[in-house]
């Protein structure tokens, strides 16, 4: 059996948990406004979803690097994704709020396996070279694609029926990637060697192993500090996400201004669209263009796309700059994926992934935050703030890199 035939297999999983945690940003307001005619209690178990990504990533990681069975840690991880979300289902707007705040910081600690926690195994089911190149443009791909058919999704069964089933169906999309999860073809690979060389750290219970794992956690933080390729994208990333995370208010207030203000969505469609044609545009032409040179050039492509945006004469157009610099978004993420694979060193890789993963969400909040407060002002200028943001991000990473290839890590 060919090394990448677990390709196909590992994208339905990616795809299937991913959507499960995209569709929860709008299932859990959706659901708890339905029950209790406030969107505010949805708002505060968003925050309680994501809060704990940040804290749980390097655990994440350290954790699935030392599983004895890779095949039951996935199934767990995402099985317990999958029954957060079912509980939120139950308790959302029926529950004491503590209560249900509970499930849901519970649930999300789960949320980064979803997304750097499966992306780490790329490089266990394919080679590297132009093949794993290929590969992690496709499961940018899978992040672009679901953040259209997540919201999609549970917007069509919430208007068909109630926003409840809705949130059901992305439990059974997790209870999926976990099934397939564990059916994928791990193999006996480098990934789970240590910086000494011992894959089976896993196997010593106790003390020392107790010791061990906080070595690890603090391993995955220092390897993205240390390594200047991981230090400059996670920076540079971070930052424009701070922009990122802002983009959603920021659209509804600009179709607001232009007279359309049931089309914020439509803005967020484009772009996600855009970012999705990217992905797959990598995949097929651009597979072997160097990543790091990738990097600067699609964050400032996407800084001039919202730029423009922002100074366009019409919705029709802003819809078009909005599609444009997703062109530019889709394959940014598929060169930070390559990034951080092709720079891990394999005892840490699935660390650094869920590291900055976490980093990337937690700046997202941030920028949501600062949409939120900037919102009485005219909506083209937190666009060009956005704007900027990527522009600074594109400097800072060809600042902050290495003026020379360095060796790729064994």
Known sequence: ??????????????????LAEEGMAVAVVMLALHRTGSAAQGAFVLTAWMAPHVLAAP??????????????FYLCALGGLAAGIAALAVTTGRAPLPVVLAVAALGGGCGPVATGGLSALVARLVPEGADRDRAYALDAATYNAVSVAGPALVSTVAALASPAPAVVLLAASAAGAAVTAAALPYGRT???????????RATAPGPESRTALRSDLGAGLATVWRVRELRAVTAATSLAFVGVGGLTT???????????????????????????AGSLAVARWLRSF??????????????????????????????????????????????TLRIR????????????????????????????????????????????????????AAGVHLLARPRFRPVTAA
Do not use: W
Request: hydrophobic share 50%.
């Open 1 to 18: 059996m060919r090394p990448h035939t677990g390709l196909r297999p590992y994208l339905a999983t990616a795809f299937l948990a991913r």
């Open 59 to 72: 655990l994440t990681g350290a954790l699935a690097e030392r599983a004895r069975d890779p095949r039951l």
């Open 190 to 200: 480098d990934a789970g060697a240590g910086a000494g060389g011992n894959g089976n």
């Open 250 to 276: 920021t659209a509804v207030l600009l179709a607001g201004d232009r007279g359309r203000p049931d089309a914020g969505g439509v803005l967020m469609t484009a772009l996600a669209l855009g970012a999705l």
């Open 290 to 335: 160097p990543a790091r040179r990738l990097v600067p050039f699609c964050l400032t492509g996407a800084g001039l796309g919202l730029a423009a945006a922002a100074a366009a004469p019409s919705f029709a157009v802003q819809t078009a700059l909005f599609a444009v610099a997703g062109v530019f978004e889709g394959p940014l993420l598929s060169a």
């Open 341 to 392: 694979a092709d720079h891990s060193p394999p005892g840490v890789r699935a660390q650094v992934f869920t590291i900055g993963a976490g980093l990337k969400i937690s700046a997202a909040a941030c920028g949501s935050a600062l949409a939120g407060a900037a919102a009485g002002l005219p909506p083209y200028l937190p666009l060009l703030g956005i704007a900027a943001l990527q522009l600074a």
